[in-house]
């Protein structure tokens, strides 16, 4: 299976380099996003192609159609395998009507001849919510880690709350009717702001029900699952479909991104942080600190922000969230392994506080190698009780 894993990255490089694809940017970054998602299993939603793999804003007047984009893929992998892959062990295929990548591979037998090509399954389970259901029940009890021991020993459910978008549905100014990400609503309150200032002929918005999950929240809940033990309760929901009184009386851990907040993003800026591309601003309490990324660099560089709320009764609460999908995951897989949390405790993480903020720098490409260290600690003076429910 590694192997294989390894040779599907392989060909997708070689493709990356190859004629058809080494001027067209947005070719590349698309078969990227693809061939990666089919190994993870997943097969990417063309909302969820638009804004993850072509960077589109979904705005109320931008049409999010991605099928061109795919068609012009399409036919640059045909022309690469009728030219320089045509002795790949693995091709790539997008059917028609669909966004997911079929794999193919060629398998040599006696004869010398290669035998006709056949699918191959993806080499990687997805990380959908299925999976993270299944990772939560599995989880070995002694992998727990001091950070997520309070959970464990909590007499209360635990929520666990994925960020995701919140997106809404109508009439675009076009005339077209299409769902719709808009950055200023994040919840249904959001949502009836906007509409209630919309004037004249300008269709009013719904709730969608359409969503995805991002790669950096379901990275990130696969350590965390690793190392979450309890016996009270186990919650998952999406951001976008959670209300305060869902937290009420529970223990909440959240994994996601600034984009993807929710109605917590006030808590977050009471929290003391604020992100304002490209920097990240930290408030302490005393002064304010900016921290730039610099995300166009190799290795790139993201930050994530993490605090932690113990309230009066005895209910924790937990965030992780970055502004891109690096962060969470070389932050979890840091703070889940107890010599690297050794190395963040010499570095000032207290992570024994009850109340605490702290901003982390992460280096590195893709999902793989990470450089992370501790950019600002700072404890949380604020009473737990005046910040959350």
């Not at 299409?178 to 906007?194: C, F, H, Q, T, W």
Request: charged residues 30%.
């Amino acid at each position: 299976m590694e192997e294989e894993y390894e040779l599907a990255k392989a060909c997708l490089d070689r493709i990356k380099r190859s004629r058809p694809f080494f001027r067209s940017a947005v070719c590349k970054d698309l078969i990227d996003y693809l061939v990666r998602a089919g190994l993870r299993g997943e097969s990417p939603k063309e909302l969820q192609l638009a804004v993850e793999a072509l960077g589109k804003k979904a705005e109320a007047d931008k049409d999010l159609n991605v099928r061109p984009y795919i068609s012009k893929v399409r036919k640059k992998l045909d022309e690469y395998y009728r030219n320089e892959g045509r002795h790949d062990e693995i091709r790539f295929e997008i059917p028609k009507g669909q966004y997911g990548v079929v794999f193919h591979r060629k398998e040599v037998v006696n004869t010398g001849q290669p035998n006709p090509k056949r699918r191959i399954l993806p080499f990687v389970l997805g990380f959908g919510l299925t999976a993270i259901i299944i990772a939560v029940f599995v989880s070995l009890n002694n992998n727990e880690t001091p950070l997520f021991a309070k959970f464990s020993e909590s007499d209360r459910p635990t929520a666990i709350i994925l960020g995701n978008p919140f997106f809404a549905s109508g009439k675009l100014a076009n005339g077209n009717r299409a769902v719709v990400r808009i950055p200023s609503v994040n919840g249904e309150k959001d949502l009836a702001e906007y509409n209630s200032k919309q004037t004249g002929k300008e269709a009013l918005l719904k709730k969608s029900g359409a969503r995805y999950l991002s790669r950096q929240s379901a990275i990130g809940m696969f350590h965390i699952t690793q190392h979450l033990r309890t016996e009270t309760g186990l919650e998952l929901r999406y951001a976008s479909s959670t209300a305060w009184e869902d937290a009420v009386g529970k223990n909440v851990i959240f994994v996601g991104s600034t984009r993807t907040l929710g109605i917590f993003r006030k808590l977050t800026e009471k929290i003391g942080f604020a992100y304002h591309p490209p920097n990240w601003e930290v408030n302490n309490g005393q002064e304010t600190l900016s921290f730039p990324n610099r995300r166009q660099t190799h290795p790139k560089t993201e930050h994530v922000a993490v605090f932690r709320l113990t309230t009066p009764d005895q209910r924790h609460v937990l965030f992780f969230f970055s502004d891109n999908g690096l962060g969470n995951a070389g932050v979890l897989r840091s703070l889940t392994d107890a010599e690297r949390l050794k190395q963040f405790r010499q570095e000032g993480f207290q992570d024994e506080r009850p109340n605490f903020r702290a901003l982390f720098e992460v280096k590195g490409q893709g999902f793989q190698e990470f450089d992370v260290s501790l950019k600002h600690f700072s404890e949380i003076k604020t009473p737990a009780e005046n910040l959350w429910p």
